[in-house]
């Protein structure tokens, strides 16, 4: 069998560095916010290029709180995709601002940027562009826009640690970024986690008082705020594992190379990364015809894969208040149906990543001489596979 993720192999990479951290926690009695959180913050925010970090429990909660340091609420629009977690709407929706959205770019899945001026209104505030499964937004064309229209730019860079955009890491190139530690990400913790990284001391002082009840200091509250603090426990995980990020990083990398070598010539469409970007393969997506096909034969021969995301928010019942229609984003609608993840993390062998590559090509080849057959004998049926 290979997983989709492997937790397990990463963690007994790593134990003793872990055991120890959680050690020096559970020593310490600092179990929320305190020192080892403090020091994260710092150490992470030097790693994107930015002068602030702020922790806080989950990247919903980045997001939300980034929104309200921006000011951004009833009344308000915030230009973002359909194609991604439902968290980055979500967060929007908490704020009871309203989501706006635009298509994305079929070869990246991120915004396209070319259409985003004739999404602003009178009422627009910000742009959250997503940069998912790892591979960045176009971002000198989104902040040109938001420059010339008076807006924020927050990054959902919730699945892209460590990637860059024109050699500058993310988190380092908006407003403000907003990252997540969920345990599957390429930085995870052993829970839940998330950050607001910026730049800008004002959103950073705000930040940190609205995950904190809002407070200045201890029962002096400024603001009205929440209880979204990072616990101490998961920031000495984080920090340990923030030293191994590059290499898992590059090992993500590579195995992204061997499926695209060993894929080349099927009838899948392989993911790309942009002559300007530093793809880190949170997710390798592949889009195919016939997903379901794909996914029943892979599971057949022991691999597990994924779908993210196969409903965007503007068709999801959730978000059905928002007015949107099938077929209003026609990029994103494909690409929920197209697009399978396979397996992908550091500890991918070059032999899982063969196995993987040889049971879709066998399944290719298996459906390629059902269809000669059926051809032969008098029947004309498409082929299953192949991208639309």
């Known amino acids: 069998m290979i997983p989709f993720v492997d937790l397990k192999a990463q963690y007994a990479s790593i134990r003793d560095e872990v055991d120890e951290a959680i050690g020096r926690v559970l ?10 959180v403090a020091e994260f913050e710092r150490e992470f925010a030097d790693y994107c290029g930015s002068a602030h970090g702020i922790g806080v429990n989950t990247g919903t909660s980045a997001l939300h ?36 959205f635009v298509d994305i770019d079929p070869r990246t899945f991120t915004i396209d940027p070319a259409r985003i001026e004739a999404a602003i209104t009178p009422r627009t505030r910000a742009i959250i562009p997503v940069h998912l499964y790892g591979h960045p937004a176009d971002m000198d064309p989104i902040l040109d826009i938001a420059r010339r229209h008076g807006l924020l730019v927050i990054e959902d860079a919730a699945q892209a640690h460590g990637a860059e955009y024109k050699g500058r890491r993310t988190g380092s190139l908006g407003d403000m970024a907003c990252f997540s530690f969920y345990p599957g990400k390429n930085l995870g913790a052993y829970g839940e986690g998330g ?27 400024v603001l009205k705020g929440y209880n979204y603090r990072l616990e101490a426990l998961q920031a000495a995980i984080l920090r340990v594992k923030l030293g191994y990020l590059e290499a898992w990083t590059e090992a993500r990398r590579a195995a992204a190379d061997r499926y695209d070598n060993a894929l080349e010539g099927c009838q899948v469409e392989m993911p790309v990364a942009a002559e300007w970007a530093r793809h880190v393969y949170h997710v390798y997506a592949i889009r195919c015809r016939n997903r379901s096909a794909y996914r029943d034969a892979l599971a057949s021969c022991g691999v597990h894969t994924g779908i993210h995301y196969p409903v965007p928010v503007h068709l999801l019942p959730a978000f059905a208040d928002l007015g949107y229609v099938r077929s209003a984003f026609p990029e994103s609608e494909r690409a929920a149906e197209e697009v399978l993840s396979l397996p992908m993390f550091p500890e991918l062998t070059s032999e899982q990543s063969e196995r993987v590559a040889r049971a879709l090509r066998e399944f290719e080849d298996a459906e390629r001489l059902a269809h000669i057959r059926r051809v032969r004998a008098g029947e004309s049926p498409a082929l299953l596979t192949g991208t639309a």
């Open 65 to 100: 709180l980034a929104l309200l340091a921006a000011d951004i609420g009833p009344g308000d629009e915030v230009i973002t995709v359909p194609f991604t977690f439902v968290a980055t709407v979500s967060a929007i929706v908490y704020t009871r601002a309203t989501p706006v």
């Open 27 to 36: 020593e310490s009695c600092e179990f929320t916010l305190g020192r080892e």
């Open 195 to 221: 950050m607001v990284v910026t730049g800008n001391e004002s959103y950073a002082r705000t930040i940190r008082m609205l995950r904190d009840w809002g407070a200045e200091r201890k029962y002096h509250h």
